[in-house]
Every structure is written in C-alpha cells, then in structure tokens.
C-alpha cells in the first residue's frame, strides 16, 4: 500500500517569526495526531527554510522547497540548487506548478530539465501536472495532463531504488475555493497512474504516489483520498493555517 504524502506549500508566505509561531502550535498538535500510513511534508519560502529544519529537528514533518534549478552551480541569477537544498536536509521540490507556468512562463521543457536535475541531484520531484477551466471546458485535460507527464518525466529512466512524485492540480482549482468532485480528480489520477504504467512498467507505476491539489480543506480530504489513486494531497491556502492542517493531517485512513 502506497504510503499518503499530506504535502503544505506555504508559496510566498510567511516571515521567521510567523514561521516560529506556526511550528510551535503544528508540532503540538501532531503529537496527538496518529501519523500510521502517513508522511507530512511542509514547503516553506526559500527564506525560511533552514530556520523550518532547525525548527522540525526530530520531528515527523519533512521539508520540501518550491523549486530549483536543474544545475548543481553556475552563473543561474536568481536560482536555488538543488545541492544547497540537499545540503539543509530537504527531501522533495515542488516542480512545474501552476503559478510557474502560468505567472512565470515555464514550459513544458523547462519544468522537465527541473526534474531531470533535482532527480539527478538526489531530491525527489513533485511534479505538477493540470489544465486550465478552458482546456477542461474543451474536452483537453487528459490530452494536457498526458504532454505534461510525458515530457516533465522525459529525462528519468530509472526509478527502481528512487522515489517520484505526481501532482494533479487543475488549474481552476488552485486558490478559487472550486474543488474537483472526488469522482472528476480519480478520472485524472487514474490516467495518470496508466500514463506512469506505460513509461515504466505495473512495480513502479504501483509504487508511484499521485497527489491532488485545489482547495483541498479539512471538509474535503477524506473524499478524496479514500480514491483508489489518490495518494495525498498537496495543499496551498489550508495550509497556512496550523489547525487547519492539522485537521487535514488526522484524516481518517
């Protein structure tokens, strides 16, 4: 049985202060939350990440950042490597989402060098995947979501002894309060979990976990995940507050 990633990605939000004030009620809080079949992950801003590690030391929360670049060093103005992340002791990158794609212009081929690199570097991807409402309105998501898979994936070969992550996130799902039905997100997950099968075989694709993001909340967690190829979720807005995560961290498995 694949293990839930409840995944928080804070984007850009929070100062060291506010950082320290989160922890010291979310840390409380899990240690009356059973974590059995569970794996908590929190992306802060790249600002607070070391202080987050130090913070979470001993801890069962892990730590992810919200991007990286594909090289270990050089001339990359403005880019974080994935060495200087594996250096604080981050385990996952959140790549290709939507914001990045969509604000900051990254491709396709863009978010799959990411990958490649932070694969390749010894982190694990996040990789987000999704259509916009008009790709949707147009009967185009599985088509999207397929290119997205395909070329982000284009340069890892090999998964066997390596972890992988997949992040559905429907574009106009993403901080607009409009979830995805239960039933319209394992649509999704499910071709996903058959695109992975085509790239790498049934061992992997079975041990690959699939995300969902889109205003996920404490009312909506447990419809989702009890789908057969929802594997966690990644959560922006919820997040942010530490009741609430914690509410959406003791969901029932």
């Given amino acids: 049985m694949r293990q839930i990633l409840l995944a928080g990605n804070w984007k850009m939000h929070k100062t060291l202060a506010e950082v320290k004030a989160y922890f010291e009620v979310f840390l409380k809080g899990l240690e009356k939350i ?3 079949g569970k794996e908590i992950m929190i992306a802060p801003p790249f600002t607070a990440l ?17 991007n990286a670049c594909w090289e270990e060093k050089g001339a990359f103005t403005g880019e974080i490597s994935p060495m200087m992340l594996k250096e604080l002791g981050i385990e996952y990158v959140i790549l290709g989402h939507s914001e990045r794609r969509h604000i900051f212009g990254e491709t396709d081929e863009l978010v799959a060098k990411r990958v490649e690199g932070v694969f390749r570097l010894g982190l694990t991807p996040i990789l987000c995947v999704g259509e916009t409402l008009a790709e949707r309105q147009n009967q185009k998501t599985l088509e999207v979501v397929k290119r997205q898979v395909e070329i982000g994936l284009k340069g890892i070969k090999e998964l066997s002894q390596r972890d992988l992550v997949i992040a559905y996130e429907p574009v106009w799902a993403i901080g607009t309060g409009i979830t995805a039905t239960p039933e319209q997100a394992e649509e ?10 085509r790239l790498y075989g049934e061992e992997i694709a079975n041990k690959i976990r699939i995300l969902y993001g889109g205003s996920v909340t404490p009312e909506n967690i447990a419809s989702l995940i009890n789908q057969p190829n929802i594997d966690g979720v990644l959560v922006g807005g919820a997040s942010l ?10 969901v029932t498995l």
Avoid: M, N, W
């Fill in 50 to 66: 070391a202080y987050s590690r130090k913070l979470t030391e001993g801890s069962p929360v892990k730590l992810g950042a919200q």
């Fill in 188 to 197: 999704v997950h499910s071709f996903i979990r058959d695109s992975l099968l």
């Fill in 34 to 36: 059973d974590l059995s």
């Fill in 241 to 250: 507050d530490p009741e609430k995560f914690l509410k959406i961290c003791s």
